[in-house]
């Protein structure tokens, strides 16, 4: 079966730099997504990755290794607002998107 | 506000009632879904409209039934819903490129919260 996995919790300092990771066994990948969700808010588009290596995007940056099976999200200069769920999801070989079950990051002062 | 409007945000239904989710783009997308987002496991998609026409269903029970007359507008109604199918329904839109392949990014409303008793 296809499965993301991705940890349920994490918990970072203001101003410290935190890593996501995400790993994949899914059949077939056409490209990895990271969205964020603040509660009660809509999931937000972060980044997409198709080809290796690493992808800034601001504070932010998001890196994918195919022959691993693994991605994760930097986030660097942590602040308060950072403090959400961060969804990893793969495009699969037909492309449907297979999600993770998200990773609820809490910053603290 | 991402371009995508959820009512209502918030909803409690009896297992007897009837009652519809709404979800209006404004983006001009050409696609849009329907998600289940339940505490702690990854999003489950329910249906997807391309063009106006299903394309996809998952195997959702008949308690759930979409319709989308135009590109902008998307429903779902309920009825006879189970206190199972208590959760965070998200409508996401999308530019879908021709044939269905390609990665689109989904743009999300912000959910209804649906409560069954």
């Known amino acids: 079966g296809q499965n993301i996995d991705q940890p349920t919790e994490m918990t970072a300092t203001e101003g410290a730099i935190v890593q996501i990771n995400c790993t994949y066994q899914?059949?077939?990948?056409?490209?990895l997504f990271w969205y964020q969700q603040h509660a009660g808010e809509a999931p937000t588009f972060l980044s997409y990755n198709v080809l290796d290596g690493l992808e800034e995007i601001g504070r932010f940056s998001s890196f994918l290794s195919r022959s691993k099976g693994y991605s994760y999200l930097l986030l660097k200069e942590l602040q308060m607002k950072d403090s959400a769920s961060y969804l990893c999801?793969?495009?699969?070989?037909?492309?449907?998107?297979?999600w993770g079950a998200g990773t609820k990051l809490i910053i603290k002062p | 506000e991402t371009g995508v409007t959820q009512t209502p945000r918030h909803l409690v239904m009896g297992m007897t009632n009837k009652k519809s989710l709404k979800c209006e783009q404004h983006?001009?997308?050409?696609?849009m879904y329907w998600y289940k987002q339940s505490a702690k496991k990854p999003l489950e998609l329910m249906f997807v409209?391309?063009?106006?026409?299903?394309?996809e269903n998952n195997s959702v029970p008949s308690r759930f039934s979409p319709e989308c007359p135009n590109s902008s507008h998307l429903f779902l109604h309920l009825h006879t819903l189970q206190p199972e199918d208590s959760a965070l329904y998200l409508c996401a839109s999308s530019h879908q490129t021709s044939g269905g392949s390609g990665a689109n990014v989904l743009t999300f409303g912000a959910g209804s919260r649906l409560t069954v008793l």
């Open positions: 999801a793969v495009l699969d070989s037909n492309y449907q998107l297979i």
């Open positions: 899914t059949s077939g990948f056409n490209g």
């Open positions: 409209y391309s063009l106006e026409e299903r394309v």
């Open positions: 983006l001009g997308h050409n696609a």
